[in-house]
Every structure is written in C-alpha cells, then in structure tokens.
C-alpha cells in the first residue's frame, strides 16, 4: 500500500516562493512514477508536474519555468519547488504516484494514489 504525505503549503503574496514535499512509503520507489495535480474551487482538477523512474520530468504550460519537480536519492521524497507564484497558482495540491508507465499528467487521469493535499494560497 502506498502512502503520500504532503507538506509545506501555505500563503504566499505574488512573487513569492513555497517548496512542497511529500513524504512516500510502502512502495517500490523506482518502480513508480510521481507527480502533482492542483484543483482550484469550482475548476477542473490540473496535472502541474510529473517525473517518471527514469527522472525525465513533464510540466503543464501554465507552470513552465516557474515550477521544478525532483526527488531524492532515495525516492522517499518528491518535491515541488514554486517560484514567482501568481494567484492562479492558488489551489489543493496533491502528491500522486502509480506503477510506470502511467499517462502524461497533462491529461488529468492515470495515477491511482493520492495524497490528503496541501493548501496553497497566493494573494495579490
């Protein structure tokens, strides 16, 4: 059974940065690609950012640039580095993993656990 933890949500103003992480167990860590999805109230829920067991890592175009998905050397922790946060960045974001290969995130499907979510809020 795999277990997802997020962490380190939180209010940040236009501009600013937060690091998200989440915590991973009960899995075979480089059998499994992860990701991160973000739903706002009242919109459809967004792949934001993938990286597969080889470490090739996918991006929304709405995120390019801004965000940075990585691991550790273990793979027990992925994280999600976001930078020049805009208000349209403001969303639930939530860790996911599944068995490789899984489809591009920008689709919004494929991954079969989740996390509880983090809360991430950007005012202007």
């Known amino acids: 059974l795999v277990k997802l933890a997020e962490s380190g949500g939180g209010s940040v103003q236009t501009g600013g940065s937060l690091r998200l992480s989440c915590a991973v167990s009960g899995t075979s860590y480089s059998l499994y690609c992860m990701g991160w999805f973000r739903q706002a109230p009242g919109k459809e829920r967004e792949g934001v950012a993938a990286i597969d067991s080889d470490g090739v890592t996918s991006y929304a175009d709405s995120v390019k640039g801004r965000f940075t998905i990585s691991q550790n050397n273990a793979k027990t922790t992925l994280y999600l580095q976001m930078n020049s946060l805009i208000p349209e960045d403001t969303a639930m974001y939530y860790c996911?993993?599944?068995?490789?290969?899984?489809?591009?995130?920008?689709?919004?499907?494929?991954?079969?656990?989740w996390g509880q979510g983090t809360q991430v809020t950007v005012s202007s």
């Open positions: 996911v993993a599944d068995i490789c290969p899984v489809p591009d995130i920008r689709e919004g499907a494929g991954y079969g656990y």
